[in-house]
């Protein structure tokens, strides 16, 4: 008997999307009522599997299609340790994103669009994750990609709709590349399952072939995760999205689309080479500093909150490459190890603080009208909690303790100091601190900074909706310095991290062998 | 958008018929020859979008007739997901499991459930094309006024 929850991370939001769709117009209010009861729903099963599941792995066959001769036929979806965990932050980020829209998105028109193509984005991102082979994968990739690049464009304003244009464009490019490199698998393996493809892999390879469908890959999904040179369309679309949405690409659409796959992908599919995890983690250690860098100087608050998403997304990169090029070399796995747990949990905590300060961005465009930094100031009088929660989430991002994301950068520094790369060590703490400069400008400038001669500031407290989301993700970032407590972090990060060190063990459980 | 001469239109009446009639050929012989819901829905699309571009959409109320294609797509593709977990409720429980009975290789009615889903995806496909044929009618109206 398979988990029969497994297909429902996918079918429900599909459900609740074209139910809104439909219903939606018949019904006053119905749309945000369905969407908050369907993210309720997946949140519900999400936390279940991750209590339940207990880090083993389970795998659906949809339709019932059994393997022949050992061979995977059918539409594998697959729910391991790491995969839960993705699930749990899209499902859980989503919920609060679809209750602070309740009050954001009531000032735009045709409500119904938003919530059905939110429903259908995190339908998508579900089955990235939970999707077993590589056409699957593209496929709901395409499903949320495609959602997002309209739900960027909802204002339909002058430089959201540019913004959608260059998305679009290069969002079609990475999906190009995608699609070679699976066509490229495909020609060579005669199959499309993940485990399967490591499986014909191992038995010999031309090596310049690899290569290309690795680098193919890499730069495809690199796209997605807006990794340094592959940055320049995040900027403008998760600027100009409505808060919500851009907490949605921000928090999880780069990870669960981008960072999730090219993990899952180069440790549990391709045999790990020395030349690729040099690659990744150069990759990541450019996205980290460059990121920082290109964010100091931004005066529009979204804007610095988006290079900042390329900077920590550098952390998770960088992290998984040191992992990577350890296991490569064959030696200290236990550092390996380290490394990977914190990469995950760096993704895990970034998911929660970038949304929180995407809502908090949000709420101050809603309340005072603008973006820019400098015509802000003295806000922390007006709007309490919005200053609050932002100053918890700045915190964290800057990696002060005792926030989430001190712990999880912590981890990532000793991994690279006790794997012998102290100049990425020392790169990844003078990051930290310039980004815990560039935040300290946020917060003074948005909060506390007062003009003697300036009128008073305008902007009030923001509706309940708005503030409950806030508060929540506030104590989420909190709560999330409890997962490097030895009990708990075996419980949730520790699967995880086993699923990806031991890819025969990925392998063996998906094809039964 | 105005209609075109009435070659154009008298053409266009005998061909959309048979246009349309092939579409339904190529859905509901989905699961016996090439093609299926997919090709079968674009080409009953197509039969639609060649009577608009012959006859001009001045007497269409568009708007309208875009709400009603979202409608129908929304509907086909929910009954197409309501088939997928009827496996989850019926038989082995599997989700899109192909439950109702196969019947002999080669003929009309068999396969399954599979006829169903081609029908089911025809429509969504005809209607949602058609309703990207029609907004981009309407947007083009919306601009030249």
């Known amino acids: ?513 | 958008m105005k209609g075109m001469t009435v070659v154009v239109k008298k053409t266009t009446q005998l061909i959309a018929g048979l246009v349309f009639l092939y579409g339904i050929y190529i859905i509901i012989h989905g699961h016996l020859t090439p093609g299926g819901g997919f090709a079968g829905g674009v080409i009953l699309a197509g039969s639609f979008i060649l009577l608009i571009l012959a006859y001009g959409s001045d007497f269409l109320h568009l708007v309208r007739e875009e709400a009603g294609t979202t409608l129908y797509e929304n509907l086909a593709i929910l009954v197409v997901l309501v088939l997928a977990l009827s496996g989850l409720l019926l038989g082995t429980h599997v989700f899109f499991l192909n439950w109702a009975p196969k019947g002999v290789a080669g003929e009309l009615i068999s396969a399954g459930l599979l006829p169903l889903y081609n029908i089911f995806i025809g429509i969504e496909v005809a209607a949602s094309i058609l309703s990207i044929f029609l907004a981009l009618v309407i947007f083009k109206e919306e601009i030249t006024k």
Not at chain 1, 44 to 56: D, K, M, P
Not at chain 1, 192 to 211: E, K
């Open chain 1, 1 to 513: 008997m398979m988990n029969p929850l497994i297909p429902l991370f996918v079918a429900v939001p599909l459900a609740g999307a074209f139910l809104i769709m439909i219903l939606g117009r018949f019904i006053k209010h119905f749309d945000r009522v369905a969407a908050s009861l369907v993210l309720l729903f997946l949140v519900i099963i999400s936390l279940h599997a991750i209590v339940s599941s207990g880090g083993s792995t389970s795998v659906y066959k949809v339709g019932g299609w059994e393997a022949v001769n050992k061979i995977p036929i059918g539409i594998y979806m697959v729910m391991d340790g790491f995969s839960v965990i993705v699930l749990c932050i899209v499902n859980l980020i989503g919920l609060l994103s679809v209750i602070y829209s309740i009050s954001y998105i009531s000032r735009y028109t045709s409500e119904n669009f938003f919530y059905s193509l939110f429903c259908l984005m995190v339908a998508g991102m579900n089955g990235v994750v939970l999707s077993g082979d590589l056409f699957n994968i593209f496929v709901f990739l395409e499903i949320s990609a495609i959602s997002s690049y309209a739900l960027v464009a909802f204002g339909v304003e002058k430089d959201e709709l540019e913004a959608t244009f260059k998305y679009q464009v290069l969002g079609g490019v990475a999906s190009f590349l995608i699609l070679f490199g699976i066509g490229f698998i495909y020609w060579k393996t005669k199959t499309l399952n993940i485990a399967d493809v490591r499986t014909v892999f191992s038995t010999g390879y031309d090596r310049n072939y690899y290569l290309l469908v690795q680098i193919l890959l890499l730069s495809g999904f690199g796209l997605k995760a807006a990794i340094i040179p592959f940055h320049a369309w995040l900027p403008d679309a998760h600027s100009s999205a409505p808060s919500p949405i851009s907490a949605m690409l921000s928090g999880v659409l780069i990870k669960a689309i981008g960072i999730y796959v090219i993990i899952r992908l180069f440790f549990n599919m391709f045999a790990i080479s020395e030349g690729m995890a040099v690659l990744i983690t150069t990759l990541g250690t450019l996205s980290m500093f460059i990121g920082v860098f290109l964010a100091v100087g931004q005066w529009d608050i979204k804007r610095l909150l988006a290079y900042h998403s390329i900077s920590q997304m550098g952390y998770v990169v960088l992290s998984a490459g040191i992992g990577m090029i350890l296991i490569s070399r064959e030696i200290r796995y236990e550092v390996a190890a380290l490394a990977i747990a914190g990469s995950i949990f760096h993704l895990i905590n970034h998911a929660a603080f970038k949304s929180l300060l995407f809502l908090n961005a949000g709420a101050i465009e809603y309340s005072t009208g603008t973006r820019d930094l400098k015509e802000m100031g003295g806000l922390s009088k007006t709007m309490p909690v919005t200053s609050g929660t932002s100053f918890v989430a700045s915190l964290s991002i800057s990696g002060i303790p005792p926030f989430n994301g001190f712990f999880s950068k912590l981890i990532i520094i000793i991994a690279a100091v006790m794997a012998r790369f102290y100049l990425l060590a020392a790169l990844a703490a003078l990051v930290s601190i310039i980004t815990l400069a560039s935040f300290l400008k946020f917060q003074r400038y948005a909060f506390y900074n007062q003009d003697p001669d300036r009128k008073k500031t305008k902007g009030k407290e923001v509706p309940f909706p708005m503030l409950f989301s806030m508060i929540i993700l506030g104590m989420i970032c909190l709560l999330l310095s409890l997962l490097v407590i030895p009990g708990i972090r075996e419980m949730i990060l520790t699967p995880a991290t086993d699923i990806l060190m031991d890819p025969s063990r990925y392998t063996s459980q998906i094809t039964g062998t």
